[in-house]
């Protein structure tokens, strides 16, 4: 099964474009961006994301940015309706990085409040049909809950994973 993810970056700058990307891959390359330490670019230094980019591009079956510029932000912002400001417009852009991934399932790191109303938005607003996962933090909560089931299932911890990180002192608190 193909999984994609969405995130966004640059949602409260002052300056520049609103980034929307998605990418998708397979299980094992799923397995290797989380090897790669692959996770929000908010976690992750400028140099970690130059060296860690052309690798992600390597690994997924499909990497698909859209740039949303100042002046369209500022139209919704300034003159949307309500429910129809940044966050329809970022849902609008959601939906076309979701319509390229080809994924069956897809994960997104919600900006709304309200998760549920933000993952029917983006139903609506798709044209090709998958299931939507719409969470705050869920960048964070998946990789977690990936390793969880891993432990669970295999009874270790992968060799792929960095297991002097709290991460896995949390899983292993919940599972003894």
Known sequence: M????VDEAGRGSV???????????????VKELIDLGVKDSKLLTPRQRG?????????????VPAYILPPEIDEYVKHGK????????EATYMARVIDQL???????DAPD????????ELLELTE????????????????MKFLSQWFEREGSMPD???KSWKSWLRILQLKL
């Open 113 to 120: 409040t309200n998760p549920v109303r933000f993952r029917d």
């Open 102 to 108: 080809g994924a069956k399932k897809v994960i997104v």
């Open 160 to 162: 792929f994973t960095r």
């Open 2 to 5: 193909i999984l994609g993810g």
């Open 82 to 89: 309500k429910y129809r400001k940044l966050n329809y417009l």
């Open 51 to 63: 060296l860690l980019y052309p690798e992600i591009l390597r690994i997924t079956t499909y990497a």
């Open 128 to 143: 090709r049909r998958c299931e939507v996962v719409a969470e705050h933090h869920a960048d964070i909560r998946y990789t």
């Open 15 to 29: 300056a520049g474009p609103l980034v929307v990307a998605g990418v998708s891959a397979g299980r094992e390359g």
